[in-house]
């Protein structure tokens, strides 16, 4: 199923993927009710990406902030192997993982990507972070998991205590990941962020679910407009989402 955003700037028309049923339905629904119609593009980031999809955001003021608004749920995450933050993705806004473990998409904000085209040592360098960062993001969990122990040790001063109970926590990283496939960049993301290009470091955090198929000109466009503070774009660049039968 196709949508059409028409901007002030240009038409943009989005493939809405079935691997994500939840997004795909939810956005089809608010398109369809006309939810968009009226808002603009409240945070573009050049080389980044653009996003909309605030209600307050109808009728904008001038110089006011946007991006807190939307309707009274969120989306369960959708986030699948294989879908990348290539360049003209459609993704889900989201708040962060310290309020959102699960990584609920918001129910209807939206951005699509423009990101960088990666170099080959880009990827490399990029790969082996991405790969830290997983595995300390799973070693933070299990530490947050013996919290109390590591305090009463710490009261205690048992430094060879905090030291074994490291080396298990590690161990136990190590085999987590394992068993979970972390890793850096796959030889297909590689492939696509040095050719088409996007934002690679989002993998895996937010929900894609969909991309651009005609108006990736306008698209950048967007994400070229000057801001004002907030990332705003100082001309408003408003919206309107309609279903393309």
Known sequence: MNVKISTT???IIVRLYDETPLHRDNFLKLAKE????????HRVIKNFMIQGGDPDSKNPAPGAHYGTGGPDYTIE???KDGIYHKRGALAAARQGDEV???RRSSGSQFYIVWGDVY????LGQLSKQLEMQAQQGIFNKLVAGHRAEILQMRKNRDQSGLMELQEKLIAETEKIAKEQGVGGLTE???QIYSTVGGTPHLDGQYTVFGEVTEGLDVVEMIQ???TQPGDRPVDDIVMKVT???
């Open 34 to 41: 006309g939810y968009y119609d009226g808002t603009i593009f």
């Open 100 to 102: 959102n473990p699960e």
């Open 119 to 122: 170099k080959e040592g880009q």
């Open 9 to 11: 700037l240009g038409d």
């Open 243 to 245: 279903v393309v039968e």
């Open 188 to 190: 297909e993301q590689k």
């Open 224 to 226: 070229q407009a000057a």
């Open 77 to 79: 995450a959708e986030i």
